[in-house]
């Protein structure tokens, strides 16, 4: 399983971007997908994750609202839609996949250990 992770630039705060997330393999529609962001210096953090069926999402507290999580099973394709960008959300932003068809607690689903395979991640920077 490979993710390409690509979205990422430079934006003004208050402006928007979308992330994209493309996952090998023929199963991705059993992947719970997830975003994570690391910024210089600090620890990775979730940011937002959605389970293989699409019918669970969740968020981080200081992203929810502002972000948006979907896929595209056809097109084997994780999104995350920034709005209301803050000049505290640059990061470099990673996708993840679990791979376990794991269907359960949010709190499994907001820890980095619960996913296989990751991406490269791709660099949000929000001037002030």
């Known amino acids: 399983v490979q993710l390409q992770a690509s979205g990422g630039g430079l934006v003004q705060a208050g402006g928007s971007l979308r992330l994209s997330c493309v996952v090998s393999?023929?199963?991705?529609?059993?992947?719970?997908t997830g975003w994570f962001r690391q910024a210089p210096g600090k620890e990775r953090e979730f940011v937002s994750a959605?389970?293989?069926?699409?019918?669970?999402?969740y968020y981080s507290d200081s992203v929810k609202g502002r972000f948006t999580i979907s896929r595209d099973n056809g097109k084997n394709t994780v999104y995350l839609q920034m709005s209301s960008l803050k000049p505290e959300d640059t990061a470099v932003y990673y996708c993840?996949?679990?791979?376990?068809?794991?269907?359960?607690?949010?709190?499994?689903?907001?820890?980095?250990?619960?996913?296989?395979?990751w991406g490269q991640g791709t660099q949000v920077t929000v001037s002030s």
């Open positions: 993840a996949a679990e791979t376990s068809r794991y269907s359960g607690s949010s709190s499994y689903y907001r820890t980095t250990t619960s996913y296989d395979y």
């Open positions: 393999g023929r199963s991705f529609s059993s992947y719970n």
């Open positions: 959605i389970t293989w069926s699409g019918a669970n999402s």
